[in-house]
């Protein structure tokens, strides 16, 4: 940015007099007097009618205006967040830092906080006083959240703040729509998408609109395309994204020396539609916040982008910070790991809420160029060939973020998601890659850190980190390289002799920007290093055979042949071993330390994958981290009762994503939790924008054609956008914390079954909710809703289908056939305690009672993490299925749920565990006892727990009576929660009773506490209540 008074007023007049130009393009003329001023917040406006329509939008001025005017208050219209308590009147609150008065013709242009004006940067602790600040009395809107986040305001109403009020012109779709000739209309349009992305060639277009079902829509008189050719060419007319270039970067030197093409985009014009897009305006920022637990504000959250420090250090008095995301990965064009690559990247800004980037339909990430890809294979000295590999990367990514160079520092004005013109500074603030991409991004060598100066020895000792790398001192390193050809400044700095990229951005700290990697740095990183080490521990064969052994579970990966056998291994494969690891490796043979190692390597990894964390949850990821390096000793040499898998202390040094696990914590309080730049979505693009272009296309020349896709896959998804505004769309982004976003998805194509290793590669038909979808819900037992200071216990919306899965089902063919010997007998128990009839109802076993085979169980959000999303647990209760000749071709499935058995009790010990044999309703004979649905479960004892182990998961045992299980009847509504139950395999195998036909073959079973996540938030949050009731330390119990 221009330093001294001289150079700050010439921005402030170019700024001011390019606002004038912006506003006429657009349809507005800029106010040169303001000559109407609002009474109740001190805007000024150009005319009466300005004023009124204010008046009128904004609730605070019409609120106080129909207080003058009736003399009472209006109803306001309900915010994403309450000022600071319900009792405050609405005519007492201050106004929004958006309605400040300003000067809309001579408004101050800012620029970062390196300026002499800017603010010194408040820190998490600190606590500024609104009574001496005027500039945050006047302005500033503190409060709390719906999800019970105290949200500080940055302190200076003017930052984030449009330079005018005024508004660009709505555009008339239905006038566009009408221009769009066929692609105007909503059924010729889903037409034209699907035939332009399912994969068809132009000549199967031609014959499918040649169909008798358009000949038709023909007869009733909509004209439809008669050709492939007609139907390309009304989508050309489209309007697209931001153009894209070719441009010639030189690789290589010497003879080997040769043109690459790079495909780009001008990123600044990507930043403009992102910034701009009308769909994203309920779900942007336009300035930092700080979060806190309590108004007392003595626990930070971190969650959001507008949370973290980094933008709090960036942002001025004036001005609107734009942090630029950005995403790169090579991948293969086909499933052939050594086949043609493509390096696509992305962009994505963080003013929009991390639950809208996540979803790629919402096209929040925007691909920005590819990347020229050459291995250089015929270039034979190593050093040579990995030098002219990087020289092509960063002679690339220079001429992609060249615009920004200028802009990032002297800003550039944008029209907004909200209409109004904003001054922004578009900056480079986080980079998404995996840990070899983002050292060739820093330019740092493979053996070294991009984030600090720790060296290749010492990598895997934990402890504290080195000092993190200073910018400037590696710009000159390597300024000073170019110069002198002398390498030993950058030997000692651990930098590549590489002319980088962001040596025109002072701004950026690119080693501050790497950000972490949840699916390369632990999902397929550090578990796939467990996965080895329990391999050796126990051997391939028992290693295998306690995944076989592992009972399914709903949304569990079942490993019907073992992992080992898993012929793609991806990212969902990892995670859902990963769940099931802590059961697997509790075994006599495993040491107490190998068991701590891999359970603080769980509880780091599930804190790393929450939605928001708080300062205290931090410090828990540092202590987890701790005690894995305390423990990993257990894996060295054969000493000392080790286990010789890792050979010496340095072993761990080969390990360097266990040394980037150390940067996490600091990191999340900088730019948010890591599920905001999670890799998933650019995966899933990677499907879209490569894979599916590559398939549908020839193979001469790729590339270009591969962009001419995109262009119109593009321009179909913006003529959606415009459709969906005008019709309404079948989902708006309303709230983005309403949305429930799968986290079991994977965005990798692997372009056949995952894994291959036999039949859990298919989908379970009983795992799935559509048949619910005009299912019945279920009131909820309301007996033990409890008082707000009361522990939290789960009370889920219970659904299941209208009409039942089998309508007449025997009772005897129940009772065989589902596993449930006792279920007349239960039954009439159940009838008897929970009805008052004049004689007891006879059942017999000819009886026949309408059957569901699964059930949901819908949660509401979690008060003591409300930003998660919730999930819905299918109940599944599903008999083997036979042929005609009694072979069984699919086994049964009967999932353990958590019911209250003891109201009395608190946390955990207040549930049993039953598993779920029949899901059935009374008769119609029997209909007026209990009119709703019951379940049939075989009951398992109170849960107990060992401290003393390493792994600390409850226990439990099936509960006898007589020869064969104990069972029990309740009412559907009385299941809480879907839990997994793993066999113990330190406990000895037992025959199962000779009355169930469906029995569990070990004597103790574990909880699972790493089921899901949201089983792992709520037995964590019990035991700390749990703990902290009896005077344990909560903070340890997690």
């Not at 319900?86 to 201050?94: E, H, K, L, S």
């Not at 291995?375 to 020289?391: E, G, H, L, T």
């Not at 578990?527 to 949304?555: C, K, S, Y």
């Not at 008082?787 to 089902?809: D, L, Q």
């Amino acid at each position: 940015m221009a330093r001294g008074g001289t150079m700050y007023a010439q921005a402030i007049r170019r700024a001011a007099a390019r606002a004038s130009h912006l506003e006429e393009a657009n349809g507005t003329k800029p106010s040169d007097v303001s000559r109407v001023t609002c009474p109740y917040c001190g805007s000024k406006f150009g005319s009466e009618g300005d004023r009124n329509r204010h008046v009128l939008l904004y609730a605070l001025c019409h609120a106080r205006h129909e207080c003058a005017v009736k003399g009472k208050v209006g109803q306001k219209r309900k915010r994403e967040y309450e000022v600071d308590s319900p009792a405050t009147n609405v005519m007492d609150r201050p106004a929004p830092a958006k309605h400040a008065q300003i000067n809309e013709t001579a408004l101050p242009i800012a620029g970062l906080s390196q300026h002499p004006n800017a603010l010194p940067y408040p820190g998490p602790d600190h606590t500024p006083d609104s009574n001496s600040d005027p500039v945050l009395a006047g302005g500033a809107v503190n409060g709390y959240t719906k999800d019970g986040v105290f949200v500080k305001q940055f302190p200076v109403r003017t930052a984030g703040m449009a330079m005018s009020t005024r508004q660009t012109g709505k555009e008339d779709l239905r006038t566009y729509l009408d221009a769009c000739g066929k692609l105007g209309d909503r059924d010729l349009f889903e037409t034209a998408k699907v035939m332009m992305t399912t994969g068809l060639t132009g000549r199967g277009r031609t014959r499918q609109l040649k169909a008798p079902a358009y000949r038709e829509w023909r007869r009733k008189g909509k004209e439809v395309w008669g050709t492939s050719d007609a139907l390309v060419r009304d989508v050309d007319q489209l309007p697209k994204g931001p153009d894209w270039m070719e441009v010639n970067v030189p690789g290589g030197k010497g003879r080997y020396r040769r043109p690459h093409t790079l495909y780009m985009r001008d990123v600044l014009e990507v930043t403009r539609e992102l910034i701009g897009a009308r769909r994203f305006r309920r779900c942007m920022r336009y300035a930092p916040e700080r979060h806190w637990t309590s108004k007392s504000r003595k626990c930070c959250v971190y969650d959001e982008t507008w949370s973290g420090d980094w933008w709090w250090q960036v942002q001025n008095k004036n001005g609107t910070v734009v942090p630029l995301i950005i995403a790169s990965d090579e991948t293969t064009l086909t499933n052939n790991p050594r086949g043609d690559k493509a390096h696509p990247i992305y962009l994505l800004i963080g003013n929009i809420s991390k639950a809208v980037r996540q979803k790629p339909t919402k096209r929040s990430m925007i691909i920005i160029g590819y990347l020229p890809v050459d291995s250089f294979d015929n270039v034979p000295d190593d050093s040579s060939r990995q030098q002219y590999r990087a020289d092509l990367l960063h002679c690339s990514l220079d001429e992609i973020f060249k615009p920004l160079k200028k802009v990032s520092s002297e800003g550039v004005l944008a029209w907004c998601a909200d209409g109004c013109l904003w001054h922004i500074y578009p900056l480079i603030a986080a980079w998404v890659a995996d840990y070899p991409e983002q050292n060739d991004i820093a330019c740092t060598t493979q053996n070294g850190c991009p984030k600090c100066m720790q060296q290749w020895h010492g990598h895997g000792c934990g402890g504290p980190t080195a000092p993190l790398r200073n910018q400037e001192e590696a710009r000159q390193a390597l300024r000073g390289y170019r110069l002198t050809k002398d390498v030993g400044m950058l030997q000692r700095l651990g930098l590549k002799p590489v002319a980088p990229f962001w040596d025109g951005f002072p701004e950026l700290d690119v080693g501050r920007a790497l950000v972490p990697d949840l699916l390369h740095q632990l999902y397929k990183g550090m578990f796939e290093h467990i996965r080895d080490w329990v391999e050796d521990l126990l051997g391939t064969v028992e290693f295998n055979r306690r995944f076989v052994v592992m009972p399914a579970a709903q949304g569990l990966r079942h490993f019907n042949k073992g992992v080992t056998r898993v012929k793609i291994w991806a990212g969902r494969e990892s995670r859902d071993m990963m769940r099931q690891f802590l059961p697997i490796i509790v075994d006599a043979k495993a040491p107490p330390d190998f068991v701590w190692l891999v359970r603080a390597l769980l509880d780091f990894s599930y804190l790393a994958h929450g939605a928001q964390l708080t300062k205290v949850k931090l410090s828990r990821m540092d202590k987890a981290l701790a005690a894995f390096h305390k423990y990993k000793d257990v894996l060295v040499n054969k000493k000392d009762k080790r286990l010789g898998i890792v050979v010496g202390d340095g072993g761990f040094d080969w390990i360097p994503k266990l040394h980037v696990l150390g940067h996490y914590t600091n990191d999340i309080r900088e730019l948010g939790t890591p599920d905001g730049y999670s890799t998933k979505t650019p995966e899933h693009l990677h499907i879209l924008y490569v894979k599916i272009p590559w398939r549908m296309l020839n193979r001469q020349n790729p590339l270009p054609q591969m962009v001419q896709y995109v262009r119109r896959l593009e321009a179909l998804e913006i003529q959606q956008v415009y459709l969906e505004e005008y019709y309404g769309g079948p989902v708006g982004i309303q709230d983005i914390r309403e949305f429930d976003f799968d986290d079991d998805e994977d965005g990798q194509d692997t372009g056949q079954a995952e894994g291959e290793d036999g039949s859990e590669d298919k989908e379970d038909p009983y795992d799935s909710k559509d048949e619910l979808e005009d299912g019945v819900e279920i009131p909820t037992d309301r007996s033990e809703v409890p008082a707000a200071s009361e522990i939290y216990y789960p009370r889920p919306m219970t659904s299941i289908a209208r009409r039942p899965t089998v309508p007449n089902v025997a009772a005897r063919v129940i009772a065989l056939s589902y596993g449930a010997p006792k279920f007349i007998r239960s039954l009439q128990r159940f009838l008897l305690a929970t009805t008052s009839p004049s004689e007891p109802p006879l059942l017999v076993p000819s009886h026949r009672f309408p059957v569901w085979h699964k059930a949901v169980l819908g949660h509401y959000p979690l008060p003591f993490a409300p930003s998660q999303p919730c999930p819905c647990d299918v109940i599944r209760a599903h008999p083997p299925t036979q042929d005609a000749a009694g072979r069984v071709l699919k086994a049964g499935v009967f999932d353990t749920v958590l019911f209250a058995a003891d109201r009395s009790c608190s946390g955990l010990k207040r549930f049993r565990a039953g598993r779920v044999r029949v899901i059935f309703a009374l008769p119609q004979d029997f209909a007026h006892l209990y009119n709703g649905p019951l379940v049939y479960l075989d009951v398992f004892e109170s849960f107990t727990t060992n401290n003393s182990s390493g792994h600390s998961l409850f226990s439990t045992t099936p509960m006898y009576y007589g020869a064969s299980y104990a069972s029990l009847v309740l009412p559907l509504g009385c299941l809480k929660l879907a839990c997994h139950l793993a066999p113990n395999f330190s406990s000895p195998f037992t025959c199962p009773p000779v009355s169930s036909c469906l029995a569990l073959t070990n004597t103790r079973h574990l909880l699972n506490k790493f089921y899901n996540y949201f089983t792992f938030l709520l037995l964590s949050y019990w035991r700390v209540v749990g703990s902290g009731r009896t005077g344990g330390s909560s903070t340890a119990s997690l």
